[in-house]
């Protein structure tokens, strides 16, 4: 034997008389995992399913209810040498099959026990259900006599011809998605419009029990054609964050000896949805919103049958680090069967080897090639399993609060709380840290305490974050002063001296009224000169005439004045793209915008939980700032903050800063034109340092992000703030 493997147990004796046997109905089937031998264990009346190695399955082979677990042992140490069985290990194997109901050790009392461990097993499962209400199961039908009738009409689609024919399909309905984008993106905010919901989740629940169905057919085909498992006996509804959806168990699948026939069970689903996403993409491009069908909207339910078969199957099934499809198709191709508790249970190892100092641990890593694997899984699915379910609480409270906190609550409980005293149990009673228990919780209380410190005592930077414009120094915008035809027009984005001409425009009926009252006014001079000697009362009618020729003639030029345009500073030109010579342009039509962008300046709008903090900072003028421009995140400007202006004011300096145009600042709905915020918001100015290198990178319009230094904090208190924040705001409380 192994020097690393303990040959005896001070717990054999309990066991060593027994003789068991598994139970008759017990079928088994091998497979290959990494080139090693492996038996899988099933029990149809439960279609559950475990996993032996060479070793284990040779000593549970041999238990036939005649011999004792100690006749077994030694027979296995006198075939299997040092790779058969250590005492704790038949422990082990023999506790694991007695809890998982396949041994029989004495025919009348072991009704009574089947009956017990099945009861207490079906508790379990009723307790998980209410456990776990995000994620919760109730099995509802049968459906393995259903599948067995219509298997024979899907076979095809498993084979070379359904792959190209599905190939083909998807295929087309991707060309057909990219060529209408546009239409494709601008409906989505519609997905979740009150009046789409109901057919929204008719799209869910079709198109999930065909995702579905695709499982359970995938499975009868390839175990009936092996031979080996293929039943599927469970159709229900999983409640997936409250939403009713259909799921099949398909775990008969595990029998099945190639593991890229499980890899097709574990792609059936998407496969099938895939492909109905390809369909209802034809039937949307097809169609318009106002085409139905005895009343279903069907350009709309297309559209959600492709959000739900192609966006949210991608996204979600797909993804390994979630047990959904992608995680046992990454199992399967791995070789790696039940890769998330394995990938836990190696972490677990790696602390109890070097950092509590156990003595000989079990590795779960069983071959070479392995524990990178379950390192890297057991890392990665851990950080996505946090952010996965901070999302969906949040997502829950914002729709129901009380109801999202009780699930923040029952969390806290289960994914710490729980795991919490289950560690410090380990740490206080498990026997194999006896002889090294101090170590263990030295080292687990140390870094425990390191990190307090470091996030609760110890200072760190912290920033404050808002959104603000860059805008021009001085700001003209440039208005057709009556109606003509351009003429000329300065270049677009060029340089205009002060005084440099912008534009001229020319209106002919403005030149002949000119005309027409130059004339007019020549004749009543020559009039008021004769009757100032004849006629008193007739030189002052001609005198009132006169008067308001002078007023019509004086408003004429200037309309011809107007039309010609010089710049009134040195400054760039931004004329409107459409103004060509030639084109009509009516009074008051805006022709372009006059800028001096050689000092701009930048307008900074904070929110009310920053706001007050950098009022504060800026009364002990201790405020800083650092700015970036959007799309050019690798340059770092500074500024002198010139005036912090308190809250009051609403009205956005540029829509590019509002929610609806890709900006942080919610806007009132009422506000047709989008720039008047929620709720009031201060109000940061600055003046950019500029170095010569960076000349040129503030344009007026651009959006930036700035960062603001408001001094030093532990960072627990930063992050205490943060959450009291966000729960302020999201819920109001």
């Not at 869910?204 to 054609?225: D, R, T, Y």
């Not at 806007?667 to 600055?686: H, L, Y």
């Amino acid at each position: 034997m192994s020097t690393r493997r303990p040959l005896f147990s001070e717990s054999w004796y309990r066991v060593a008389e027994m003789a068991p046997r598994l139970r008759p109905q017990i079928d088994t089937y091998r497979q290959h995992y990494r080139g090693r031998l492996w038996h899988v264990l099933r029990d149809p009346s439960n279609n559950k399913f475990f996993r032996l190695d060479e070793a284990s399955y040779r000593f549970v082979a041999m238990l036939n209810g005649r011999r004792t677990i100690r006749e077994v042992w030694e027979a296995c140490c006198d075939q299997l040498q040092d790779q058969a069985l250590t005492q704790g290990e038949a422990i082990q194997v023999i506790g694991q099959l007695y809890t998982s109901n396949l041994l029989d050790a004495d025919v009348s009392a072991d009704t009574a026990g089947i009956f017990d461990r099945y009861k207490q097993r079906r508790q379990r499962e009723v307790s998980g259900y209410m456990m776990n209400l995000l994620f919760a199961r109730i099995p509802i039908y049968d459906p393995d006599a259903f599948l067995d009738k219509w298997v024979h009409l899907t076979r095809w689609a498993f084979g070379p011809v359904g792959l190209i024919l599905w190939c083909l399909l998807v295929g087309a309905g991707l060309f057909v998605a990219i060529g209408r984008s546009d239409a494709l993106l601008s409906q989505a905010s519609s997905v979740i419009a009150p009046r789409n919901l109901f057919w929204l989740y008719i799209a869910i629940v079709v198109i999930k029990l065909w995702h579905e169905m695709g499982h359970g057919f995938a499975c009868k085909h390839f175990g009936q054609q092996r031979h080996a498992g293929g039943e599927v006996h469970t159709l229900g509804v999983m409640l997936l964050v409250l939403v009713p959806v259909p799921y099949v168990d398909a775990s008969s699948s595990w029998a099945l000896r190639n593991k890229w026939h499980r890899f097709w069970v574990g792609a059936a689903g998407m496969y099938f949805e895939l492909a109905a996403a390809a369909l209802a993409t034809f039937v949307w491009a097809a169609t318009n919103a106002q085409t139905s069908f005895y009343g279903v909207p069907v350009h709309a339910l297309a559209y959600n049958v492709m959000f739900i078969a192609g966006v949210s199957t991608i996204l979600f099934n797909a993804n390994p680090l979630i047990r959904f499809d992608g995680y046992y198709m990454l199992s399967d191709a791995l070789e790696v069967p039940n890769l998330m508790q394995r990938s836990k249970d190696y972490l677990y190892y790696l602390v109890r080897k070097y950092l509590y100092g156990v003595r000989r641990p079990m590795n779960p890593a069983h071959v070479h090639g392995e524990a990178p694997w379950l390192f890297s899984y057991a890392i990665l699915s851990s950080i996505y399993r946090v952010f996965l379910l901070t999302s969906i609480l949040l997502f829950v409270a914002d729709q129901f609060f009380f109801l999202g906190m009780i699930f923040a609550i029952s969390g806290l409980i289960g994914w710490v709380g729980t795991p919490l005293w289950k560690w410090v149990k380990y740490l206080a009673t498990n026997p194999e840290l006896a002889r090294t228990r101090s170590r263990a919780v030295m080292a687990s209380a140390t870094p425990i305490v390191l990190l307090l410190v470091l996030l609760g005592v110890v200072p760190a930077p912290e920033h404050g974050r808002a959104e603000g414009v860059v805008e021009a120094d001085r700001r003209a915008v440039v208005f057709a002063g009556a109606d003509g035809v351009l003429d000329t027009i300065a270049e677009q984005s060029s340089t205009v001296p002060r005084g440099g001409l912008l534009m001229r425009a020319h209106n002919a009926q403005l030149e002949s009224q000119q005309r027409e009252l130059v004339a007019r006014l020549e004749q009543i001079r020559v009039q008021l000169a004769q009757a100032r000697t004849e006629s008193t009362a007739e030189a002052q009618a001609l005198l009132e005439q006169q008067t308001a020729l002078r007023q019509r003639l004086d408003r004429v030029n200037q309309q011809i004045v107007s039309l010609e345009v010089t710049a009134p500073f040195e400054g760039r030109w931004d004329a409107q793209p459409e103004l060509v010579p030639g084109l009509y342009l009516r009074q008051g039509e805006a022709i372009g915008t006059f800028l001096d962008d050689r000092d701009p300046r930048v307008r900074i709008i904070a929110d009310q939980s920053l706001g007050p903090r950098l009022w504060a900072r800026y009364a002990e003028g201790l405020l800083s700032v650092e700015f970036r421009v959007s799309g050019l995140p690798e340059t770092t400007l500074n500024g002198a903050i010139t005036r912090v202006a308190p809250a009051g004011q609403s009205q956005l300096p540029s829509p590019a800063l509002s929610m609806g145009a890709g900006g942080l600042m919610p806007t009132d709905p009422e506000d047709p034109n989008g720039q008047r915020a929620a709720e009031p918001f201060f109000e940061v100015r600055i003046t950019p340092e500029i170095e010569t290198e960076h000349h040129g990178y503030l344009r007026p319009g651009q959006r930036v992000v700035a960062r603001f230094a408001l001094g030093y904090r532990p960072l627990l208190w930063q992050w205490w703030d943060a959450l009291s924040r966000l729960l302020q705001e999201r819920f109001q409380v």
